[in-house]
């Protein structure tokens, strides 16, 4: 059984190209993929774990993927954290154990980034992201590689974070940054990421997001308002989102990442179209991403033997 760690993954350098092509490939390939909704379980008021299996048939490959948010961080260590075990489908045994911090933050910036380029209107001039923490980061990396026009970023004025933000990209060539005072006039803009990890409450009337606007909620709260108005809601699963408090009346109008990248249904049809999109993450990009890691590193990682049955009965 191998090991992999979250230091040796990051050192593997992986580009911000090769891993949005992971992405494009997971939706192009999701229907193939079995994907049962996660399951949740809570402890007090702050502790929750996420149990998310899944299978990829045709890489004969399957995983679970944990992800725990402690009640208390009493030792200092980050509240949220996940791994994974695989295993092979047609072989007996566990393949890998592997740390997916570094998967999760990295596929989550490039999911969110593939949606904001794919159903966004033909030439977005404004760029607002809300929440400059990590998720933030890892979105500007993908967008930054990947969109290739001028855009003007719009980020909230919050002690000196807006600051840090921009001295981070500053020098990308194709972007100029405008620091807002208040809600609304951050997201009177074409594309809004918002990477704020909860939100209580809408967090704008519907009436501030502009005409063909296309919005992208990486932890899915906070705009549940647009649900019932916008013209057409995305979302990456739907048993993942049958839970949502407006799912019965957006049905109609949704669609799913996956049949829009196989080009089945139209994804944004003009730029006057309102779109929000929930893709709050699912495991079979943890996997794919994790089979694309371990394929890079091969032997080169810690490795434990392990012992099974050799006998049926073995009692």
Not at 41 to 47: K, P, Y
Not at 135 to 155: E, G, N
Not at 234 to 242: E, L, M, N, S, W
Request: proline share 4%; charged share 20%; hydrophobic share 40%.
């Amino acid at each position: 059984m191998k090991i992999l760690d979250f230091d040796k993954i990051k050192s593997l350098n992986l580009s911000a190209e090769e891993m949005y092509s992971w992405t494009e490939n997971v939706w192009k390939q999701q229907d193939s993929f079995i994907l049962p909704p996660k399951s949740k379980m809570l402890q007090g008021e702050s502790g929750r774990y996420f149990t998310m299996p899944c299978i990829l048939p045709q890489y004969d490959i399957s995983g679970v993927k944990f992800i725990c948010r402690n009640v208390d961080d009493v030792d200092g260590i980050p509240a949220r954290n996940s791994n994974m075990i695989l295993q092979n489908c047609s072989k007996h045994g566990l393949l890998a154990v592997m740390d997916t911090t570094y998967i999760t933050t990295m596929r989550t910036g490039a999911n969110a980034a593939y949606n904001a380029i794919s159903f966004a209107q033909s030439n977005p001039e404004t760029l607002a992201i809300y929440g400059l923490g990590l998720t933030a980061r890892a979105f500007m990396f993908f967008f930054t590689a990947i969109y290739q026009r001028p855009v003007t970023v719009k980020v909230m004025r919050y002690k000196n974070q807006a600051e840090l933000f921009i001295d981070e990209f500053k020098s990308n060539q194709n972007i100029r940054f405008q620091i807002c005072d208040n809600l609304d006039e951050l997201f009177h803009s074409d594309i809004i990421v918002s990477c704020v990890s909860f939100a209580r409450q809408e967090l704008c009337d519907v009436s501030v997001y502009p005409q063909g606007c296309t919005i992208v909620p990486v932890h899915t709260s906070g705009f549940q308002n647009c649900d019932l108005v916008f013209d057409k809601v995305v979302v990456d699963d739907i048993g993942h989102v049958k839970g949502y408090r407006y799912f019965n009346e957006f049905q109609d109008r949704m669609v799913r990442i996956t049949d829009v990248a196989n080009h089945r249904v139209p994804g944004r049809e003009n730029d006057e179209q309102r779109i929000v999109i929930y893709d709050g993450g699912v495991a079979i990009h943890d996997l794919y991403y994790a089979m694309k890691i371990l394929e890079k590193v091969g032997d080169d990682c810690i490795q434990i033997p392990m012992s099974y049955p050799e006998e049926r009965f073995w009692i």
